[in-house]
């Protein structure tokens, strides 16, 4: 059985949050095919032909990692026959990013999974943009604010109230498609493809 794991907050205020980008792609997922859902405490579990089966933990993202490592156990996966979604906000809008191990970056989802499994696991990354924004107030503390490479003067918003944030109209349009791109690399992945390290860049 292969396990796709898509990383996010339960609840409707969290729906269209940036941090809830590994729920949309599942989501996305679940429209092609004939899916069953069942809901547990920890998760909600969809599933096809017995073959495939699809996470979303219920846990809160910090917590990711109990959720994970029990449906693991339950159905005996190894970590190869595993693939976690999840959003990076060091990554640009637009950009997807496949990575078949590694660190979690900062990423408090992807790092209880690996405090509970390990981290030779693959990982799909989804750019929603960076937390540091042009800032042209004079309101903001200069605390807050710092020169980017153009000597442009950027105000870094907290990773935690950005990843919390909903996309902008414009912002929704290009991550569409890097969900769109997303769901399409893990069904060719379910019917057998092999997955590889890249990273795509989506055009407006």
């Given at each position: ?73 339950k159905h005996k996966i190894k970590l ?125």
């Open positions: 059985m292969k396990l796709i794991i898509g990383l996010g907050n339960p609840g409707k205020k969290y729906v269209n949050t940036r941090h809830n980008i590994g729920f949309v792609v599942l989501d996305k997922i679940v429209g092609v095919g004939d899916w069953s859902l069942s809901k547990t405490v920890k998760a909600e579990y969809y599933w096809i032909n017995k073959k495939t089966e699809l996470i979303k933990p219920q846990t809160f993202m910090n917590l990711s990692g109990k959720a994970v490592q029990y449906a693991m156990q190869e026959n595993m693939v976690v979604i999840c959003d990076d906000l060091d990554l640009p809008l637009g950009t997807v990013r496949i990575r078949m191990e590694g660190s979690s970056g900062g990423h408090n989802g992807l790092q209880s999974i690996i405090d509970h499994i390990g981290n030779k696991f693959a990982r799909i990354r989804v750019g929603i943009g960076s937390n540091r924004i042009i800032c042209h107030s004079e309101l903001v503390s200069e605390s807050q604010k710092s020169r980017n490479k153009f000597g442009m003067t950027e105000q870094s918003i907290p990773s935690e109230d950005y990843v919390l944030q909903n996309f902008t109209k414009d912002e929704a349009v290009i991550v569409s498609k890097s969900v769109d791109k997303t769901a399409e690399i893990l069904l060719e992945w379910i019917n057998g493809e092999e997955l590889v390290e890249k990273t795509f860049r989506i055009m407006n």
